[in-house]
Every structure is written in C-alpha cells, then in structure tokens.
C-alpha cells in the first residue's frame, strides 16, 4: 500500500529534479514564450512561476 505522503515525496523530487534541469539548461522554454523565473515574497519564501508573454502562472514547490 502505498501512502500519500509518498506520492507527495516523489512529486517533491520531480519537481526538484525539473528545476535542477531547467537551471541547467538556462530557463529552457516550456512552451511558446513561457520561461520558468523565481519570484522572492515579502517573507524571503522563493517560488518559482512559469512566465510568459501574456500571463504570468504562480506555482508554490
């Protein structure tokens, strides 16, 4: 059995796993005009958003 905690682990490694590539391929784009970026909060937290020529995406990792 297998238990949520664990799918959160995995999904915590992929994502990681994504943005070690995304930095080592230089914000390479995901699809036409967007590029990953980090945004800083007031806080000091880092999020990491999908930019784009028309909308900007939050996504909290």
Known sequence: ????LSYFFIFDIM????????KKHNNRILKH???WD???????????VVKSRYKS????F
């Open 15 to 22: 994502t990681k796993l994504l943005y070690y590539s995304k």
């Open 57 to 60: 995406y939050p996504n909290k």
């Open 33 to 35: 005009g967007q590029y």
């Open 38 to 48: 980090t945004v800083k909060l007031k806080d000091g937290t880092l999020i990491y």
């Open 1 to 4: 059995e297998i238990k949520p």
